[in-house]
């Protein structure tokens, strides 16, 4: 059997040994999803920036393509693919030229044609001479996501991907991630989008103050449906 592509075992999160949620614990193995749910500021973002070491855990096991995290780490930073909820584009460049560098820099191979695809998928091919600054907020978020796509990766991280996406977007990102399983990518991703939800994930993590829990797809969508009627 393959290794997991991502360990938590009693995962503790926070900031200046503070801890924002309840210890964490979930297997993340190849072609598989796995959905953080729970209220805003529960913790899920926190969680996913330890994943991706922006954050040091404050204890418990995390083991990332079965190594300890470290994000310095040439073999982990060819290997994880991350769109949090920030701006993290090139100002300077263009929407074409953000994603050509990206492919580029990461070594991908028919570069041009990849970009153009995703420029057509993600709805920004008339945008692609344009600088972020001119997009939308509902464009530049396409533009992260594009960028996470072109880039090779073995685990895929989002942030609640779905901001800002109208309802097609969102069934595009859907069918877009089921295709990542099929290649044998894992996704762990936050979300507040239960549709999503049924979609990707094979399982679900509640993250929550006093206690996390794991979750069938559908008993994360029913959550999410009552946290947000």
């Known amino acids: ?6 360990r938590a ?9 503070a801890p924002v949620c309840a210890p964490v614990s979930f297997t993340l193995a190849p072609g598989k999803a796995v959905a953080l749910v729970g209220a805003n500021g529960s ?3 926190t969680v996913l920036r330890a994943v991706i070491g922006l954050l040091e855990p404050t204890s418990g ?10 994000e310095r780490e040439v073999a982990f930073r060819a290997q994880v693919a991350s769109v949090l909820d920030d701006d993290a584009y090139f100002p300077a460049l263009t929407v074409h030229e953000h994603l050509y560098l990206t492919a580029r820099g990461h070594g991908v191979l028919g570069a041009d044609a990849l970009v153009r695809e995703l420029l057509e998928e993600f709805g920004l091919a008339e945008h692609a001479r344009s600088l972020p600054v001119a997009l939308s907020s509902g464009q530049r978020r396409r533009l992260l996501l594009a960028a996470g796509f072109v880039r090779p990766r073995s685990l895929l991280v989002l942030d609640e991907p779905e901001q800002r996406l109208d309802r097609a977007m969102r069934d595009r990102l859907a069918a877009r991630l089921v295709e990542e399983k099929k ?12 549709d999503l939800v049924l979609a990707v994930a ?5 993250v929550a103050d006093d ?7 559908a008993e994360a969508a029913t959550l999410i449906s009552r946290e947000n009627p």
């Open 9 to 17: 075992q009693d995962l503790l999160v926070g900031y200046g040994g």
């Open 202 to 206: 094979d399982r679900a993590v509640h």
């Open 211 to 217: 206690v996390t829990r794991l979750l069938s797809p």
């Open 1 to 6: 059997m393959s290794k997991p592509t991502v």
């Open 61 to 70: 096991s995390l083991r990332v393509l079965g190594e300890p995290v470290d």
């Open 43 to 45: 913790g899920k973002s």
């Open 183 to 194: 290649a044998g990518g894992a996704v762990l991703m936050a979300t507040h989008d239960p």
